[in-house]
């Protein structure tokens, strides 16, 4: 999952930026209203955490031009405790929730988990492939009920690949997903993730097969025959 963070105050967008990577998000961060709005109209994301006293442009603004371009985006917003109109308006100009300041890192957390899923189309929170489980909400992945030690960009890959299960997905794709804004990750650090979330899936006879030159597809579990040699490398 990609969320863009608009948030001015440095201390609280750097926590909330560490807090969410380890949770094994990609996160980019802007600290004006204009460059949100920019990048609001120049990328894909899954989710916006808006502050709405930004400078330049303020976070009502931003959300004003996002839903005028018929942007679905989930968007949780962030005000001070006593900005009670700010939040009213916020809502009825099409946020989907909000959190007052202070809040608990463990609470937002829970919203964002909340909201992406939302923004998925609220399917179920449990994937199930073969004997392969991923669990959303608490981000973790089993084989035969074992849970698989998995790193944060690990889960992401495996996100992407389980939700276009049987289609292929480009490395640059996998780059887009990712990886956040200032990174430089080459192709072969794809390669990494993929041989490594290969080796600790394929134990369950779950396959990620590669095309060659194009990139990677997570074989649909009842297309692989028993006994069948996929290319792995």
Same mark, same amino acid.
Request: proline fraction near 3%.
């Given at each position: 999952?990609?969320?863009? !963070?608009?948030?001015?105050?440095?201390?609280?967008?750097?926590?909330?930026?560490?807090?969410?990577?380890?949770?094994?998000?990609? /996160?980019?961060?802007?600290?004006?209203?204009?460059?949100?709005?920019?990048?609001?109209?120049?990328?894909? #994301?899954?989710?916006?955490?808006?502050?709405?006293?930004?400078?330049?442009?303020?976070?009502?603004?931003?959300?004003?031009? %996002?839903?005028?371009?018929? *942007?679905?985006?989930?968007?949780?917003?962030?005000?001070?405790?006593? *900005?009670?109109?700010? =939040?009213?308006?916020?809502?009825?100009? $099409?946020?989907?929730?909000?959190?007052?300041?202070? #809040?608990?890192?463990?609470?937002?957390?829970? =919203?964002?988990?909340? !909201?992406?899923?939302?923004?998925?189309?609220?399917?179920?929170?449990?994937?199930?492939?073969?004997?392969?489980? @991923?669990?959303?909400?608490?981000? *973790?992945?089993? /084989?035969?009920?074992?849970? %698989?030690?998995?790193?944060?960009?690990?889960?992401?890959?495996?996100?992407?690949?389980?939700? =276009?299960?049987? =289609?292929?997905? *480009?490395?640059?794709?996998?780059?887009?997903?990712?990886?956040?804004?200032?990174?430089?990750?080459?192709?072969?650090?794809?390669? +990494? @993730?993929?041989?490594?979330?290969? &080796? &600790? /899936?394929? +134990?369950?006879? +779950?396959?990620?097969?590669?095309?060659?030159?194009?990139?990677?597809?997570?074989?649909?579990?009842?297309?692989?025959?028993? $006994?069948?040699?996929?290319?792995?490398?």
């Amino acid at each position: 999952m990609r969320i863009l !963070l608009a948030e001015d105050d440095s201390v609280l967008a750097d926590g909330l930026t560490r807090s969410l990577r380890q949770s094994g998000y990609a /996160i980019d961060c802007v600290k004006n209203g204009q460059d949100a709005d920019t990048a609001l109209s120049t990328q894909e #994301f899954d989710l916006l955490i808006l502050d709405l006293g930004l400078p330049k442009l303020s976070g009502l603004e931003v959300l004003r031009r %996002l839903r005028a371009r018929s *942007s679905l985006l989930p968007v949780l917003i962030l005000t001070a405790a006593d *900005s009670v109109e700010q =939040r009213v308006e916020g809502l009825d100009l $099409g946020a989907d929730d909000y959190m007052a300041k202070p #809040f608990a890192l463990s609470e937002l957390e829970a =919203r964002v988990r909340a !909201l992406t899923r939302r923004g998925a189309g609220g399917g179920p929170t449990v994937v199930k492939h073969g004997p392969l489980v @991923y669990d959303q909400v608490g981000r *973790s992945a089993y /084989i035969n009920d074992q849970m %698989l030690d998995l790193s944060a960009r690990e889960l992401g890959l495996l996100e992407v690949l389980l939700a =276009r299960t049987g =289609r292929l997905v *480009s490395k640059e794709q996998l780059v887009d997903h990712l990886c956040e804004w200032g990174e430089e990750v080459s192709n072969n650090a794809i390669e +990494v @993730y993929v041989h490594r979330l290969r &080796k &600790k /899936i394929e +134990v369950g006879g +779950v396959r990620i097969a590669t095309v060659r030159g194009l990139g990677y597809c997570l074989e649909k579990y009842s297309d692989v025959p028993r $006994g069948a040699t996929l290319d792995t490398k």
